[in-house]
Nanobody, 124 residues
Framework: VQLQASGGGLVQAGGSLRLSCAAS????????MGWFRQAPGREREFIAF????????YYADSVKGRFTISRDNAKNTMYLQMNTLKPEDTAVYYC??????????????????WGQGTLVTVSS
């Protein structure tokens, strides 16, 4: 599966953005999906995960209650709604997919497919 992230930009603290991750292929619904981010000089960080099998969602503590991950299998697209953004949310955001039918993972090394990243900058 090929992934392409979009929707990043510059926003003031307290604002919102919605990221999208468009996937190629006809089996998108069978891929567990995640969002990660990487700030300059820091390691890539888990943000959120949505499984292939049900509507459950998982979040890093740093974004819980502010970010919402979702997917529309009919459109082969995953989303990340980001509200109440903070300057510390500034990073390049990546979407990623695990192998088909796999479960939850918060480790970037467990993801096989990656989008190119989209930059989110939150000004104070």
């Amino acid at each position: 599966v090929q992934l392409q992230a979009s929707g990043g930009g510059l926003v003031q603290a307290g604002g919102s953005l919605r990221l999208s991750c468009a996937a190629s292929g006809r089996t998108f619904s069978s891929y567990p999906m995640g969002w990660f981010r990487q700030a300059p000089g820091r390691e890539r960080e888990f943000i959120a995960f949505i499984p292939w099998s049900d509507g459950s969602t998982y979040y890093a503590d740093s974004v819980k209650g502010r970010f919402t991950i979702s997917r529309d299998n009919a459109k082969n697209t995953m989303y990340l709604q980001m509200n109440t953004l903070k300057p510390e949310d500034t990073a390049v955001y990546y979407c990623a997919a695990r192998r088909q039918y796999y479960g939850l993972s918060r480790s970037p090394g467990d993801y096989k497919y990656w989008g190119q990243g989209t930059l989110v900058t939150v000004s104070s």
